[in-house]
T-cell receptor, first 113, second 115 residues
Framework: NAGVTQTPKFQVLKTGQSMTLQCAQDMNHEYMSWYRQDPGMGLRLIHYSVGAGITDQGEVPNGYNVSRSTTEDFPLRLLSAAPSQTSVYFC????????????FGPGTRLLVL | AQSVTQLGSHVSVSEGALVLLRCNYSSSVPPYLFWYVQYPNQGLQLLLKYTTGATLVKGINGFEAEFKKSETSFHLTKPSAHMSDAAEYFCAVTMIKAAGNKLTFGGGTRVLVKP
């Protein structure tokens, strides 16, 4: 199993550009999430999904959009990039919520100029 | 809403010395508690978690943590540090009946191991 994969590994954007961060998992997990990691702030939840066709907002959803058309994929879209969105983005998946272990991808490092 | 506080953003220990990383949470009811480790340029991986039952939890790589409800704490320890323990460590919580798999993380503690 590849686990959770993310592409690209690194991306530079100009302010106002849009892009999609890709996330895929091959563990048949129902639950998937997107987090951003900023120094000293740990990881903060952006959006999450409890199954195909079902998404909801996390702690910091503004400026981001998600959809979940399949169990395997959970892309994150930046609609109009801003310098405040410079961060490292992690995708995670788990079989269920609650006490289930979340499995994290390797991350995408995004720089917005 | 719950929150997680990790005391000390950086900790330096000598190889062979005790590693102690502190985590306190605020929550009206006991949550599920996790410790994750992040090695340089990698994603997070689970060290250990507390769900129910025994309050002393053993994890991978010789780490353990004790859930103390009265102190709302979940401190992480390892008796003898190894050079390979140099990483960033995150404490996280989720509520028992929370929708989705929403984790709330602390700010992280970066561990430096000196030879």
């Amino acid at each position: 199993n590849a686990g959770v994969t993310q592409t690209p590994k690194f991306q530079v954007l100009k302010t106002g550009q849009s892009m999609t961060l890709q996330c895929a998992q091959d563990m048949n997990h129902e639950y998937m999430s997107w987090y951003r990691q900023d120094p000293g702030m740990g990881l903060r939840l952006i959006h999450y999904s409890v199954g195909a066709g079902i998404t909801d907002q996390g702690e910091v959803p503004n400026g981001y959009n998600v959809s979940r058309s399949t169990t395997e994929d959970f892309p994150l879209r930046l609609l109009s990039a801003a310098p405040s969105q410079t961060s490292v983005y992690f995708c995670a998946s788990s079989q269920r919520g609650g006490s289930e272990t979340q499995y994290f991808g390797p991350g995408t490092r995004l720089l917005v100029l | 809403a719950q929150s997680v506080t990790q005391l000390g953003s950086h900790v330096s220990v000598s190889e062979g010395a005790l590693v102690l990383l502190r985590c306190n949470y605020s929550s009206s009811v006991p949550p599920y508690l996790f410790w994750y480790v992040q090695y340089p340029n990698q994603g997070l991986q689970l060290l250990l978690k507390y769900t129910t039952g025994a309050t002393l939890v053993k994890g991978i790589n010789g780490f353990e943590a004790e859930f103390k409800k009265s102190e709302t704490s979940f401190h992480l320890t390892k008796p003898s540090a190894h050079m390979s323990d140099a990483a960033e460590y995150f404490c996280a919580v989720t509520m028992i009946k929370a929708a989705g798999n929403k984790l709330t993380f602390g700010g992280g503690t970066r561990v430096l191991v000196k030879p």
